[in-house]
């Protein structure tokens, strides 16, 4: 069985091959472009098994490591490595699963587009890097495949190129991210210097006995720009909305299961970096809780179907942050992966209504989908109960941990606000639900149930939605937090009130919802119209958009614009003036050469008073 | 160990090409065209049997060959290679090789073309294999005439003339040689004085204990004159109107490799020689780096011609080189090197990739262009293999260039290195701006009848973006080299205290 450990290399490998045989070979065959691919990630998903079955057979403290010089020279070397503990074990399933799940519902879903296989193409190396990533045992390699995800995910977001939108929105996502990594490089570069290595068990090591608490506070600050950019934390947070203009089965990998997270699994996996000083903690935390109210607030008044989980998106990965700020790693990862699925689960729900709808994605021009659909129907609504909180679901027992964790840690403002988001959360999603699949809108008329290949997906997901919180619940002793831990955990006994407390806030959420929109008890047009300038600043995300748009425009293209005509006018008028000096020199110096005798015998004259002038100031000056 | 001068053959053979060229019917374009891609097709082999064959475990310069010349001068024709040399030995041939097949649609003046183009990639490689000052010196001012008549023969006017081009490249690279010439004679004189004898050997110059006052002088004068030609601000104007004004494969041979020979001679000549003059101005060529990398990031934010983007970039990105040589430490130069390397294939590919389009659509402004990728996805996969190397990503041996720069540079200049690190955002804006507007973006009718990349036209393609991703997907196979070869120039100038002039 120790074998597989070894070969858990080929997890991330396989995938990459299948992206080179796919780009070079194999696209003229889309069949077999999109077969490979599925076998490369299936064979992942079998071997992720095998590992995770070994990991967690041992004791909650199992490492397997080994490593490959990449890149050697005195004083830096960075690997390439496996680092199998139950942490990448958690990663491997989750990612694997999820992949291999969307892989082949966009079977289905993108049948008929002519870049099918490059579709898959990019579906892998977004599988390798992201598997790589997951395996790093180095902060060198990890932010190799950090930025290699980086690149799938621009790749996939401008896959409909096209469209004006989608090139933007690749080209907004890689340049945010860019400027999280910008952090993160200088993190990396830090820890390089200081303590000469990247290794993370060799870092661990040097950083429990290292004092310098400033030099500690500014590093873990650098490299947490890396996570606020990739997994989308407020100020960061632009890119994820607009990065639904790709197809939506990349949105549910990509956007909301796996790579958004990747953020989050990057504290995790430093979290003796981020521990280490409390103040980077309490910022981690205050930006996460932030991000998940922010995020919830603008999704109660959008009316994309897409955009309004994207949103809800960025609000959990919120939640996520925060509960790592708080020191709940446990918590934060096992959010990280009841999320992946139920998310994902709510993603393709939302792509096979689209699809049936002919990609219309306003849920106000859909209604009554139950009918036609209520494969879709039901799943997507699985999915939002268990994004809501409400037990025994999975999101239930991983949103408790962290709502636990975040009180027992005397965050109680943090506890507080979590719940407030909760309440919200549920409320958009029973919104949307209200208006799309159980409106009386005439849209959802000519809809029709996807095939089986996008279905048997859905209900798989399903199944992982209602059952997937329960290995981290009370119930089965917290099994979750055994094996992901870390030196000094503690995990605060379960707090009934609190478990009762969210869940009526989640059922309150989803009564009002109902109350609103499907009763129209309340009139929600007169809502709006009344809260004029609060809709506006929620529909228009708080304008943070157009913030950056004009700072860009003034700030960044001016000094463009500044810097090139310095360089027009002055270099170049310098240069350009120079040789107009040297020229016209020369055409006025040539009428000294006038054939006339006397006048050479002057300047003759004139040089020789010159040079003995000169030759008498240096006799006085050496003299003196 | 090699009896054959093998460095003596890979140098020549393009000259014999040309003289081959030379004796054949100016209407015999194929056959012009077939000896030019044979001749630098072997170039590049032999130039891949050096690298594959140097013994990286004893390193120091091998495959000497040596014959006395001038004696009463101390010069020989003195050839050999080493960690530094062979990477960039093999990128001029990797370069000249692509630059043959960038060039296979021209029909004018066929012969006179690829008659220099041979001579100008004899010139350059010259350089990097010879171990006598002088004859570095000689080929060195060999590229200066090929470089000055492609220019204004087959060039192109746009923001500039043609000839306001090949001019202003020609009076910079003649006004850089001039600082180095004195700074050689110099040199010659003062080591004749404390040796005894003429030598013009690098090996035996660098072994002279110079005083600081002589080495500030000398490096000072290299400084400016290597640094012309690497393009450091303020020298550096000649840069982006050069290559707009070139032909493709002058630019993509000027940007690829020739700039080089600056970075090339700041350390071989510079920094070997006079290591106390190197560590005293540093501080200077760092800041003057800052500029490079960041002013010259953001005007190609405000430029509309493609080859004025590339053009401003390689000057953004000579910065990194710079901060890599000014933090002269062995990380630092091994960055260097690499980036040195790893900017030439980049740049070679983009200017290959605009040439190509240009030669099609007789324009550059990027607002002519939007979703080409639709008629042209082998142009497009070039121009984004190309983009996201420019933008460091890993995968691309940029990434490995630019991250040992920063880990180098950034023990020595904390605040000048993280200036500089924002040039990672900086390119990646402006890398993908252009690529999104020149590749994405609806189907644009006008462009319908352009063809995409097809037969000779994909060698560039294809050798280029082998080693872009080769290199970084396998950076030991390189940095290893790279790194036996600085590890002696650093071992030869001892740990060195950096500072002095500020």
């Known amino acids: 069985m120790q074998n597989v450990l070894s070969l858990s290399w080929v997890i991330p490998f396989l995938p990459f091959l299948a992206f080179a045989l796919i780009g070079l070979f194999l696209h003229r065959w889309p069949k077999i472009s999109a077969a490979l691919s599925i076998l490369s990630i299936g064979v992942g998903l079998i071997l992720s098994i095998l590992i995770s079955m070994i990991v967690f057979a041992g004791e909650a403290g199992f490492t397997y490591e080994v490593a490959v010089r990449w890149l050697n020279m005195p004083g830096l070397s960075v690997d390439m490595g496996l680092l199998i503990d139950p942490l990448t074990a958690v990663m491997l399933l989750v990612v694997t699963i999820v992949a291999l799940l969307v892989q082949v519902y966009s079977l289905g879903y993108m049948h008929d587009d002519p870049g099918f296989a490059s579709y898959y193409a990019y579906q892998s190396i977004f599988a390798g890097s992201m598997l790589g990533l997951v395996v790093a045992n180095n902060f060198g390699q990890i932010f190799v495949f950090w930025e290699l995800v980086g690149l799938s995910s621009y790749l996939l977001i401008g896959f409909w190129f096209g469209r004006n939108s989608a090139k933007d929105a690749a080209k907004k996502a890689f340049i945010t991210n860019r400027i999280g990594d910008f952090g993160f490089l200088l993190g990396i570069l830090f820890l390089q210097i200081i303590f000469g290595t990247l290794n993370y068990s060799e870092l661990a090591g040097a950083v429990a006995g290292y004092g310098n608490t400033a030099i500690l506070i500014t590093v873990s600050l650098l490299l947490f720009a890396g996570p606020v950019g990739k997994s989308a934390q407020f100020p960061l947070h632009v890119w994820l909305p607009d990065a639904m203009e790709g197809p939506t089965p990349v949105s549910a990998l990509i956007h909301a299961a796996t790579m958004v997270a990747a953020g989050v699994y990057l504290i995790a996996r430093a979290f003796f970096i981020f521990n280490a000083s409390p103040e980077t903690m309490l910022v981690i935390a205050i930006i996460g809780g932030f991000t998940a109210l922010f995020a919830a607030s603008i999704a109660l008044v959008q009316n994309d179907i897409k955009r309004i989980l994207a949103y809800s998106t960025l609000s959990q990965l919120g939640y996520m942050v925060m509960a790592m700020g708080v020191g709940a790693m446990a918590a934060g990862m096992f959010h990280l992966m009841t999320h992946a699925f139920f998310k994902s689960l709510l993603f393709l729900a939302a792509g096979s209504v689209i699809h049936a709808l002919a990609n219309e994605q306003d849920i106000w021009k859909m209604g009554n989908l139950h009918k036609k659909m209520p494969i879709t129907t039901w799943t997507f609504v699985i999915g939002a109960l268990a994004l809501s909180g409400i037990p025994p679901l999975s999101g239930f027992w991983s949103k408790d941990e962290i709502l636990l964790s975040a009180l027992a840690s005397g965050h109680t403002a943090l506890y507080i606000l979590g719940s407030l988001v909760a309440f919200m959360t549920a409320f958009y999603m029973f919104r949307l639900i209200f208006v799309a699949f159980f409106g009386d809108n005439k849209g959802g008329e000519q809809a029709h149930e996807s095939p089986a290949v996008m279905t048997v997906p859905l209900i798989i997901l399903a199944v992982l939605a209602v059952v997937a919180g329960l290995v981290g619940s009370p119930l089965m002793n917290n099994a979750f937090d055994h094996y992901i831990t870390y030196p000094g955990a503690f995990h605060p006994a379960p707090n009934h009130s609190i478990m009762i407390i969210s869940s009526l806030l989640a059922i309150a959420g989803i009564f009002l919802a109902w109350a609103i929109y499907q009763k129209k008890w309340v009139d929600f047009e007169r809502i709006k119209i009344k809260m004029g300038g609060l809709y506006q600043l929620l529909y228009h995300k708080y304008y943070i958009d157009e913030i950056y748009a004009w700072l860009i425009k003034h700030f960044v293209d001016g000094t463009a614009r500044l810097m090139e005509w310095f360089d027009l006018k002055v270099i170049n008028g310098a240069v350009n003036g120079i040789a107009w000096l040297t020229g016209h020199l020369g055409i006025t110096l040539r009428y000294t050469e006038d054939g006339q005798v006397q006048s050479y015998a002057l300047y003759m004259y004139a040089g020789i008073i010159i040079l003995l002038i000169a030759a008498l100031c240096a006799v006085f000056t050496v003299l003196a | ?502």
């Open chain 2, 1 to 502: 160990m090699n009896h054959l001068p093998i460095l003596s053959i890979t140098l020549f053979i393009p000259i014999l090409g040309a003289i081959l060229i030379m004796c054949l019917s100016a209407n015999r374009q194929k056959a012009i065209k077939y000896i030019a891609a044979a001749a630098t097709f072997v170039s590049l082999i032999l130039s891949l049997l050096v690298f594959l064959n140097y013994d990286r475990a004893v390193g120091g310069m091998q495959f000497i060959e040596h014959i006395p010349w001038i004696a009463d001068l101390g010069v020989s024709y003195a050839l050999g290679v080493d960690g530094i040399s062979i990477p960039l030995l093999l990128l001029t041939n990797l370069i000249g090789f692509s630059a043959v097949y960038a060039s296979w649609n021209i029909k004018e003046r066929v012969k006179e073309f690829f008659v220099l183009l041979l001579i100008l990639i004899t010139g350059v490689m010259g350089t990097f294999v010879t171990t006598d000052l002088f004859i570095f010196f000689l080929f060195y001012e060999v590229v200066v005439i090929p470089i000055y008549l492609l220019v204004i023969m087959f060039g192109s006017s746009k923001r500039v003339t043609k000839e306001y081009a090949g001019m202003k490249l020609t009076i910079y690279l003649l006004i850089g040689s001039a600082f180095l010439l004195v700074g050689l004679i110099a040199l010659f004189v003062k080591s004749k004085a404390l040796l005894g004898f003429p030598s013009m050997d690098i090996m035996t110059l660098a072994k002279i204990n110079y005083p600081l006052a002589f080495q500030i002088f000398a490096y000072a004068l290299m400084a400016v004159g290597f640094g012309t030609l690497l393009s450091m601000f303020p020298f550096h104007a000649w840069s982006p109107d050069g290559y707009a004004g070139a032909p493709t494969a002058v630019s993509m041979i000027h940007a690829g490799v020739l700039k080089k020979i600056g970075g090339y001679g700041l350390i071989r000549i510079g920094l070997f020689i006079l290591p106390a003059g190197a560590k005293y101005i540093a501080p200077l060529i760092a800041v003057l780096a800052i500029f490079n990398v960041v002013y010259a990031a953001f005007i190609c934010l405000s430029q509309k011609d493609l080859k004025y983007i590339v053009g401003y970039s390689s000057v953004s990105h000579m910065g990194y080189v710079l901060i890599g040589i000014a933090a002269l430490n062995v990380i630092s130069l091994n960055g260097a090197v690499m980036m040195m390397f790893a900017h030439g294939v980049m740049a070679a590919l983009f200017f290959a990739m605009i040439g190509n389009l240009y030669e099609k659509s007789h324009t550059r402004n990027v607002s002519d262009f939007g979703g080409l990728a639709h008629q042209m996805p082998r142009l497009a996969t070039g121009f984004m293999l190309a983009g996201l190397a420019s933008l460091g990503l890993p995968g691309t041996v940029n990434f490995i260039g630019e991250f040992t720069i920063f880990v180098g540079a950034f023990s020595v200049y904390r605040v000048i290195s993280i200036i500089a690190i924002t040039g990672i955002i900086l390119t990646a804006v402006y890398i993908l701006r252009t690529l999104g507007d020149v590749l994405f973006g609806p189907r644009r009718e006008e462009w319908d009848h352009l063809e995409d990349l097809q037969g000779p036209e994909m060698v560039p393609l294809i050798v280029l973006g082998t080693a872009i991703l080769i290199g970084g997907i396998l950076p030991f196979t390189v940095m290893d080299l790279i790194n036996s070869g600085v590890g002696q120039i650093i071992a030869h100038i001892g740990t060195i205290q950096i500072g002095g002039i500020f």
